[in-house]
C-alpha cells in the first residue's frame, strides 16, 4: 500500500518556527509532525510514502535518512508551483498507480490525531465506493466547510462552505483513502480536492465519509499546536502512558526527552513537551507549552501557553506566556516578560513585551 503526504506550503502561520525549517519538520511532541504520520502509515502495512513538496526541496530531503530507521520508503514529488491540494496527485500519478490496484491514503501533513487508518480500510472495503474521506465532529460548524453525509451509511450528500444555517456538524479531517480511479479525475494543474473533485466523486454516489474516533487538530498555527498537544498527550495517556514523565516535581501529562536535564524546585506542567539537550534549570515553572531541542531555561523562569524556538534561552526570573512563539536561537534577558510576542531567529529580547507584536 501506498500513501502520499500533502507538504507544499509555506507555514505562514507557523512564523518564527517556519523561518529555520518547512512546517513537516517543526517538531510536535518531541518529533518532526510528519514523522507521526509516516509511522502511522508504516504500523498498519503501507509501504512507501510520497511526500508533494514545494517550499525548500532541499531541507526536506533530510527525512530519507528516516527510510532504515523505519523501514519504509519515502520518495519526493516535487512541485515547480503550487499545485493546491488536488495537482499534486496527478502530478505523482506514476509514483502513486501500480498493478496492485489498491486503494492509497493522502494526508494533509499538520493534521494530527489518533490515525485510524485500520478502521479507515476497512470502511473503504465495506462500502465498496470510490473514496473515502475521515470527517470530525466540531463544535462550531459555521466556521468550516461542512460535510452533509447519510448517518446510516456515511453516503456524502454534498458540502457546503461555512453555513449560515445548521446542516451538520462534521467537517473534513484531512485524511483520504482513494481508489486510483481518482486520480484520472484530477488535471495536472492547481485544483483543491475539496472544492473540485470531491464535489463530483459525491454527485456520483461513490464518496464515503467516515467519523474520526478520538481526537483531532490542525497544528497548522501556534494556538491550535498548543491545544494539540494537549490533545495528543491526553491520549498517550491512555495509549502509552510510561512514555510520560512521572515525579514529585511533574503535573498533568509531560513528555520529556531523555537527554533534557531538569534542575531542583521545578514544577512542569500539565501539557508541556521538552525536547532533546534541554536544561531546565532550579526552580523553573512550565505548563501549556512546548521547549524545542536545544534551549536553556534559567532559574525561575516561568512560561506557559507557548512555544520556544530551538537553542534558545530565556533568562532569570523571565515571564514568557500568552502564546509567545520564540524563533530559533532567542535570546529572553533577564526578569524580562513577554506577553505574547512573535520573535524572529537570532533576537535579543532586552526590554519588555507588553502586548503581543512582531519583533524583527
Not at 517550499?55 to 499545485?83: A, D, G, H, R
Not at 474520526?212 to 494556538?223: A, V
Request: hydrophobic fraction near 40%.
Amino acid at each position: 500500500m501506498k500513501a502520499l503526504i500533502l507538504v507544499g506550503g509555506l507555514g505562514t502561520r507557523l512564523r518564527p518556527l517556519t523561518l529555520s525549517v518547512p512546517k513537516p519538520l517543526v517538531e510536535f511532541a518531541n518529533k518532526p509532525m510528519i514523522l507521526h504520520q509516516i509511522e502511522a502509515l508504516k504500523a498498519i502495512g503501507v509501504t512507501e510514502v510520497v511526500l508533494a513538496i514545494n517550499y525548500q526541496p532541499e531541507v526536506m530531503l533530510n527525512l530519507k535518512e528516516f527510510e532504515k530507521k523505519l523501514e519504509i520508503k519515502i520518495t519526493f514529488s516535487q512541485e515547480t508551483e503550487p499545485l493546491g491540494t488536488a495537482g499534486p496527485l496527478a502530478l505523482a500519478r506514476d509514483k502513486l498507480i501500480d498493478d496492485s490496484g489498491e486503494p492509497f491514503f493522502v494526508l494533509n501533513s499538520d493534521v494530527i490525531s489518533e490515525y485510524p487508518l485500520k478502521q479507515m480500510v476497512d470502511f473503504h472495503k465495506a462500502h465498496g465506493g470510490e473514496a473515502s474521506i475521515m470527517v470530525t465532529k466540531v463544535d462550531e460548524p459555521s466556521k468550516y466547510g461542512v460535510v452533509v453525509m447519510e448517518e446510516s451509511t456515511g453516503k456524502v450528500e454534498r458540502f457546503v462552505e461555512k453555513p449560515k444555517t445548521f446542516v451538520g456538524n462534521k467537517i473534513n479531517a484531512g485524511i483520504y483513502l482513494l481508489n486510483p480511479s481518482v486520480i484520472y479525475r484530477i488535471e495536472l494543474r492547481p485544483t483543491s480536492i475539496e472544492k473540485e473533485v470531491f464535489p463530483k466523486i459525491a454527485a456520483d454516489n461513490k464518496l464515503y465519509a467516515m467519523v474520526l474516533p478520538g481526537f483531532w487538530m490542525d497544528i497548522g498555527q501556534p494556538r491550535d499546536y498548543i491545544a494539540g498537544l494537549r490533545l495528543y498527550l491526553d491520549s498517550l495517556r491512555k495509549k502509552s502512558s510510561t512514555k510520560l514523565a512521572t515525579g514529585p516535581h511533574i503535573v498533568g501529562n509531560v513528555l520529556v526527552d531523555e537527554t533534557a536535564k531538569i534542575g531542583e524546585g521545578c514544577l512542569i506542567g500539565p501539557d508541556v513537551a521538552i525536547g532533546p539537550g534541554c536544561i531546565v534549570e532550579p526552580g523553573v515553572r512550565l505548563s501549556h507549552c512546548s521547549v524545542m531541542s536545544g534551549v536553556c531555561i534559567k532559574q525561575h523562569a516561568c512560561i506557559s501557553s507557548s512555544i520556544i524556538g530551538w537553542h534558545s534561552t530565556v533568562g532569570r526570573w523571565a515571564r514568557v506566556e500568552n502564546l509567545t512563539i520564540l524563533g530559533e536561537k532567542v535570546q529572553v534577558f533577564d526578569e524580562i516578560y513577554t506577553n505574547g510576542g512573535v520573535v524572529l531567529p537570532l533576537r535579543e529580547i532586552t526590554s519588555n513585551i507588553l502586548k503581543p507584536e512582531i519583533v524583527m
